[in-house]
T-cell receptor, first 118, second 116 residues
């Protein structure tokens, strides 16, 4: 069974600084997808960034980038130039490419609460 | 553009009472629809999904049920709530495609359900 582990329940970062959130996963699959979701106090889940396992190049989305180490099964999120609006729960998630017709089974970690200090 | 609406935002219900949470999607047709539950301190768990009107698949056995009476409407129900049904419920949609890149999940704002 796939598992996703986020070992940092809470993190804090100074505004404008850089922070890295850790995520490791366990799978026997060779092809899969990895995601980082953000859940601000409004509680809406927002997709931040995603990575296809077959792509060696790390995904980037503006100030957000990942460090994907497939052999180590590690998928960390780096937030550069942190802003107050980045304060949220961040969830790492995993899925295999095809989970059955219509099914979209994501395996989530327990989340990391990020605080941004002004 | 597509939007997803979910209501109510919060709900407090006594044990044994019925439940109805509603989710609607605008701006797209024939979406895949999903109900997820987020328990305190945990990630999301997929409860139900639907690929079309009247088509419901359940991922986990539970006290809840789902229905899709219209193409863009997805309802989560219970006849008798249990204390263990408390949690945060999220509705989501995506285009009906196996292609991941251009079809991520889009979540609603969620419903905080407290069963007392």
């Amino acid at each position: 069974a796939q598992t996703v582990t986020q070992s940092q329940p809470e993190m804090s970062v100074q505004e404008a600084e850089t922070v890295t959130l850790s995520c490791t996963y366990d799978t026997s699959e060779s092809d899969y997808y990895l995601f980082w979701y953000k859940q601000p106090p409004s509680r809406q889940m927002i997709l931040v960034i995603r990575q296809e396992a077959y792509k060696q190049q790390n995904a980037t989305e503006n100030r957000f980038s990942v460090n994907f180490q497939k052999a180590a099964k590690s998928f960390s999120l780096k937030i550069s130039d942190s802003q107050l609006g980045d304060a949220a729960m961040y969830f790492c998630a995993y899925r295999i490419p095809y989970s059955g017709a219509g099914s979209y089974q994501l395996t989530f970690g327990k989340g990391t609460k990020l605080s941004v200090i002004p | 553009s597509q939007t997803i609406h979910q209501w109510p935002a919060t709900l407090v219900q006594p044990v044994g009472s019925p439940l109805s949470l509603e989710c609607t999607v605008e701006g797209t047709s024939n979406p895949n629809l999903y109900w997820y539950r987020q328990a305190a301190g945990r990630g999301l768990q997929l409860l139900f999904y639907s690929v079309g009107i009247g088509q419901i698949s359940s991922e986990v056995p539970q006290n809840l049920s789902a229905s899709r009476p219209q193409d863009r409407q997805f309802i989560l129900s219970s006849k008798k709530l249990l204390l263990s049904d408390s949690g945060f419920y999220l509705c989501a949609w995506r285009y009906p495609t196996l292609q991941e890149y251009n079809s991520p999940l889009h979540f609603g704002n969620g419903t905080r359900l407290t069963v007392t």
